[in-house]
Every structure is written in structure tokens, then in C-alpha cells.
């Protein structure tokens, strides 16, 4: 777990608190829940059952509140293995929250003005596409910066981007500066630059904002750089 600033409620005052990074060891516990059936005058409603699953941590930092989850599901967890499933698509949360903020926000799938049932059902399954290129670049810049850039981006792509760097001084590059294959870490910084990252030593790494903004001008520059030393 990655430290973290965070605030929280003490006697209705709002208090700064620090989560240090640390490996979390849990207990984990679960049970099957069938709450009490509301009454309804004139009609019997069915009882519904669900599993949750109460992840505790065993042995938290000194001064520290422990990282404590619930998590309710109607999938059934009768084994280790079934809870710790629940809590492997818990942790996984963010990249589903993150991959349809990129449909809705950078490919506006809200506003397809298509009406065709199959031409809707196209274009989705080519923005889920785009969606998941976005997240799975923002993980492997992170996981693997040391891989050559060439294996996710084109020459064309990665030539024009690291031109105009070094035209316009961006991320280091300088004026004259041959043009040399980059690291996939080094050239995704980049990219995020384009998209307006700032790339400052306390800023976290680029997320799927800055780097669907970058691409889009990674994208012009791919094109005209095609246009110009196309054989």
C-alpha cells in the first residue's frame, strides 16, 4: 500500500491524517447476510440474502487506524479463495473507475449522436478499445519505463513526438538534438507533457487525462511526419 495524505472526522472537526506506505496483512472473514423483510401493507416481500466479507488488518502502524474494509456482494464466498477473489476486484475499483471516466470524459460516448443499434455497438467496442490502450499505457510506463518505446508506438509516432521536443524544448530535449529511440517511461512522460502533466519532481506519475490529451497531439504530429518522409 502507497502512502497517503488523507483527512478525517474527529469529534466534528476535520483532522490531517498520513497512511504510510507498508505491506497490510488482513484477516479475512465472511458470512451470509439475509436482513429483515420490510413490512409492506397487503403484500409479502421475498427475502434477499447477500455475502459480506470483512477484510481487517492484523498488525497496523503505531498511531494509526487500520486499514479496514466491508465489502458486500452477491457473489458467494464460502472459501479463502472465493474472498480473496472479492478483494482482488475490490483492489481493481479505480482502473473500472478510471476506464469510464476515458469513455465518458476523453472519447464522450455520451454524446454518440449514432442510431443504429450495430453502429452504436461499433463504435463502443473501438472507444473500449482506446479506453483500455490508455490504461494499459499509463500501467506499463509505470511497471516497465526501461522498455524500448518501439513496442507500443510507431516510429512515426515516436520521431515526430521527440522533433517537435526538441524544436520547442520540451521535457529536456534541445534544439539539434539527433533523434534517438527513447525508453517507454521517458517518451510516456513526454506525452503526458504534451497534455499539459507538468512533470515536477513532487507531481505523481501521469494519469489517463494527461496522456489521452498528448496522444491526440501525438497523433497530428505521427501524421504529418508520414505526410512529409512517406516513401
Known sequence: MTAKRSTKKVHGSTVQTMRSARVVRQRLRALRITPRVPYRRGSKLLPVSFWAVLAEEIDPPAGEDPLCWLLLTSLEVTTLEAARRIIALYLR???????????????????IQLKEKQAVLNCLTLYAIIAWRLLYLTHLGRQCPLLPCSLVFTEAEWRATCAVAAAKQIGGYKKGQPLQEPALGEFIALVARLGGHLGRRGDHPPGAQALWQGLARVRDFACTWEAIYQD
Do not use: A, P, S, Y
Not at 93 to 111: A, N, S
Open 93 to 111: 475499483r479505480w482502473d473500472i473507475e478510471v476506464f469510464h471516466r476515458v469513455l465518458k470524459t476523453g472519447c464522450r460516448v455520451e454524446q
